[in-house]
């Protein structure tokens, strides 16, 4: 019987050991989850993560890292709404750490909930098509409370030119100075939306520090009177690109203010960012999309050119 062991993140030390276990799961997955040293600082580095209680790992008797585990949990002032993510390495699955990495995330949320005085729903994600995974999540109680679709569109295709409305300015975020209405900008614009928890000025700031980070794809629209009305966050992620082959660009994030919608905006800043991930030399633009929004966004999608590619299942479960 293999003897597992647990313990806490250590820090960079353990980089490369994670990006071995992540990467061993996505050459049998294939969800296009390969990671690089500066996205694995991003997440377990975080501000508001704490790394020594909501980050665990397992190690089999030879000290291989075998599963990870990593309990996010927004500030809320209603329910905490703690999302689990979590790695098992192909040769261990199926062999209960699957379940001991459940049970430690319901412990843990737990505490956090106790701590707050909260009521507390544990969340996970699966693709439609991981049988296993979802036959686990129902036996330990979970149930799917959401649809989610990776749409994709290609490049080499026309794409319209956007119409913007009068006295409107597109532009892109520059600097520190920009920070704080754009985060005001982002929770005008989620605050009707699913599972919205607000942005803080820190993680955008934080978010920016990222080398990766392009502000010239981070595009927001800006009234006559200087307002921040809609933004389209454009990404190009240059070190997962050569390892599969592609040149994929993401619409990471599109938003308009509840004040400046039904006005077309949305829709130009979606046509501004596909021509601006075009010209850094993306072929194919991808993004993430709520089955379900109250906003139409998947309409919005389709009628520019995006088609279905996968559909992912939100889980949850009371804890």
Same mark, same amino acid.
């Given at each position: 019987m293999n003897i597992l062991t647990t313990r806490s993140y250590k820090g960079e030390s353990d980089w490369c050991a994670i990006a071995n276990l992540i990467d061993a799961?996505?050459?049998?997955?294939?969800?296009?989850?390969?990671? &690089? +040293? !500066?996205?694995?600082?991003?997440?377990l580095d975080a501000p508001k993560l704490d790394k020594a209680r909501d980050v665990q790992l397992w190690e089999d008797g030879n000290y291989r890292l075998i599963g990870l585990a990593l309990l996010d949990m927004p500030d !809320?002032?209603?329910?905490?709404?703690?999302?689990?993510?979590?790695?098992?390495?192909?040769? +261990?699955?199926?062999?209960?750490?699957?379940?001991?990495?459940?049970?430690?995330?319901?412990?843990?949320?737990?505490?956090? !909930?106790?701590?707050?005085?909260?009521? +507390?729903?544990?969340?996970?994600? &699966?693709?439609?098509?991981? &049988?296993?995974? @979802?036959?686990l999540l129902e036996k330990e109680g979970f149930k799917v409370d959401r649809y989610f679709l990776t749409m994709a569109r290609s490049l080499a295709e026309p794409i319209p030119a956007p119409e913007f409305p009068a006295d409107f300015a597109l532009t892109h975020v520059s600097g520190e100075k920009d920070i704080q209405p754009w985060v005001e900008m982002f929770n005008q614009s989620f605050i009707d939306h699913w599972n919205h928890h607000d942005l803080t000025a820190e993680t955008v700031r934080y978010w920016m520090q990222d080398e990766n980070y392009q502000p010239e794809l981070d595009l927001i629209a800006v009234s006559g009177d200087r307002k921040f009305a809609a933004f389209c966050d454009c990404q190009i992620k240059p070190q997962k690109n050569p390892r &599969?082959? +592609?040149?994929?660009?993401?619409?990471?994030?599109?938003?308009?203010?509840?004040?400046?919608?039904? @006005?077309?905006l949305g829709k130009a800043m979606l046509l501004a960012g596909l021509h601006t991930l075009k010209a850094a030399g993306a072929n194919t633009a991808k993004l993430s999309v709520d089955a379900d929004s109250l906003t139409g966004a998947t309409k919005l999608y389709k009628s520019v050119g995006f088609r279905p590619m996968e559909t992912w299942l939100s889980w949850a479960k009371p804890v």
């Open positions: 799961c996505e050459a049998v997955d294939g969800v296009g989850e390969e990671v &690089s +040293a !500066s996205e694995l600082k991003l997440v !809320s002032q209603h329910e905490i709404d703690g999302c689990l993510w979590f790695y098992v390495h192909p040769k +261990a699955r199926g062999q209960d750490l699957e379940k001991d990495i459940i049970k430690w995330g319901e412990k843990r949320l737990g505490e956090v !909930s106790k701590q707050r005085n909260l009521p +507390a729903k544990l969340r996970t994600y &699966s693709r439609e098509d991981e &049988s296993d995974g @979802m036959r &599969s082959d +592609a040149k994929d660009g993401w619409i990471e994030l599109l938003g308009t203010r509840r004040d400046y919608r039904k @006005m077309g």
